[in-house]
């Protein structure tokens, strides 16, 4: 049988260190050996992040991550600011929906990052925002925000919390928590940090932690309060994801191994070969603001984006992604963070060669 490539954004392949350690015996959650293992998770997201602020761990899935947020930070009347470039960002107003909150959406034409000026804009307009909620890298778009500025703009114009959501981004794309002063970051196992999905992570400021502390939204199996208690004892409150937190350990020390600056050098190298591969087959990049972490590429016209991923898996085993939403069947992602190197490119662009022929037909 083929060796199975996955080039999708998430999951993404896991290095044979630490499917090990998935394969090691369980381990009871209230030992003195995890305790161990989650004082060391701890501390190599701290690393990773580039954060000296509190982290809390939450078995759960990136969007886990970031109903959390919500739940945690905001109480009934308050103002959340969304700025969406992507699905993910329209998942973020969806979640403040879903607690009964009305959000004030900034939406940009996909393809473009958010830009500081619409979120300096829209602050002035609505200074009681509480919170300001926005994505480092959008994978649906292919996009990757300037969180720097973005910052920049959250501070001089209000007093809102921001968070970002950097499921995709974290160990992928230069990410500076404090020196960028992001309040909130969330984060998830399964992208850029190489292991299996089911493990959320959140970085969480001292002045993010005041609304924390007053918040009165409802919450139970994400409140952080309880997480932060259980911190000091090097378990979570309720039962994790042992063997996720086992691999997790594996994975952050390769990517300590390595130098998290090195990590975002090679992924950017990766891009860069990912975008030659494809201008060969005459394929062009959607967003104006590409990521380094996937490439999206548009379509030549007449091509089913969707029916052209089908068929790859099924004839050659190799996993690339569709279009979502309006892009569904229009773009194909291709990406290039984690595990994922230039063989396992070379191996999806050699199968897309197949069915796209060079500079045939124009994109849409």
């Known amino acids: 049988m083929k060796p199975y490539i996955l080039l999708t954004p998430g999951p993404t392949p896991i290095p044979d260190e630490v499917l090990r350690a998935l394969a090691r015996p369980i381990i009871h959650h209230r030992t003195e050996e995890f305790g161990r293992l989650f004082e060391t998770l701890l501390e190599d997201l701290r690393y990773a992040l580039r954060t000296k602020n509190r982290v809390l761990i939450l078995t759960s899935s990136g969007t886990g991550a970031m109903e959390s947020a919500v739940a945690n930070l905001l109480s009934p009347g308050d103002k959340a600011v969304v700025h969406a470039a992507g699905l993910f960002g329209d998942r973020f107003a969806e979640i403040v929906r879903a607690y009964g909150l009305s959000p004030v959406v900034i939406g940009e034409e996909w393809g473009h990052a958010a830009s500081p000026e619409k979120l300096g804009a829209a602050l002035k307009a609505h200074p009681d925002a509480k919170v300001v909620l926005l994505q480092h890298a959008d994978t649906s778009t292919g996009i990757v925000n300037d969180l720097q500025s973005l910052s920049c703009v959250v501070r001089a114009e209000s007093d809102a919390i ?19 002063g992001l309040d909130v970051v969330l984060s998830a ?176």
């Open 162 to 180: 921001l968070v970002v959501d950097a499921i995709s981004g974290l160990g992928g794309e230069p990410l500076e928590t404090d020196s960028w």
């Open 189 to 364: 196992s399964q992208k850029a940090l190489m292991n299996a999905p089911g493990l959320a992570f959140m970085a969480v400021s001292d002045r993010a932690w005041r609304l924390v502390e007053t918040a009165t939204l409802p919450r139970y199996y994400f409140d952080w309060r309880m997480m932060a208690r259980s911190v000091p004892e090097r378990e979570t409150p309720f039962t994790p994801a042992v063997a996720l937190v086992a691999a997790q350990v594996e994975a952050l020390g390769l990517i300590r191994a390595e130098g998290i600056e090195n990590v975002w050098k090679r992924t950017a190298g990766l891009a860069r070969y990912a975008r030659e591969r494809g201008r060969e087959l005459g394929l062009e990049l959607y967003p104006k603001d590409p990521c380094n972490i996937l490439s999206a590429f548009r379509l030549p016209a007449g091509l089913d984006g969707n029916k052209l991923v089908k068929d790859i898996l099924r004839e050659g085993r190799i996993s690339i992604a569709g279009g979502q939403g309006p892009l569904k069947g229009r773009i194909i992602r291709v990406a290039h963070m984690g595990h994922i190197r230039k063989p396992d490119l070379d191996a999806g662009f050699e199968a897309l060669s197949k069915r796209i022929p060079s500079g045939a037909r124009k994109p849409r």
